[in-house]
């Protein structure tokens, strides 16, 4: 339902999930993916999506950043990022764990199996990511 000024509500707005390497990609000016991971981000902000992370990849996204740009851009990312934290309760963390762990699983990172949780508890299907390995974990 669109409100009086031709709007979409809140509580209609679209979701997406915003994994580490699209605010690496955004930070780093010199990352191969950062022009396509500004115009994504510029198209999802336009398109009215509600973007959110949790509080392991905000995590992981400082520890790449100290690495790739440096403890200053990281430091200055962390100070003024805006981004809505969704904190990862302990049966989320409890699953993920398993996740990880099982026989037979696909390798994937402790910090994907998390955000995977995350999603699928907050019914969110859609992620702002340019990371090959999240892209195909998500299928």
Request: hydrophobic share 45%; proline share 4%.
């Amino acid at each position: 339902m669109e409100n009086r000024q031709g709007r979409r509500s809140a509580a209609q707005a679209p979701v997406a999930f915003v994994d580490s390497s699209a605010i690496v990609a955004l930070v780093d000016r010199d990352d191969a993916t950062h022009a396509a991971a500004v115009e994504a981000y510029r198209s999802l902000v336009e398109s009215g999506y509600k973007l959110f992370t949790t509080n392991a990849v905000v995590v992981e996204a400082y520890d790449l950043l100290v690495t790739g740009v440096g403890p200053d851009v990281a430091k200055r990312w962390l100070r003024e990022m805006r981004l809505p934290i969704y904190h990862i309760p302990e049966e989320d963390e409890e699953r993920a764990r398993r996740l990880v762990a099982r026989e037979n699983s696909r390798a994937v990172s402790l910090t994907n199996a998390l955000s995977f949780v995350v999603m699928e508890r907050l019914g969110v299907a859609e992620a702002f990511a340019v990371d090959p390995s999240f892209l195909a974990e998500m299928s």
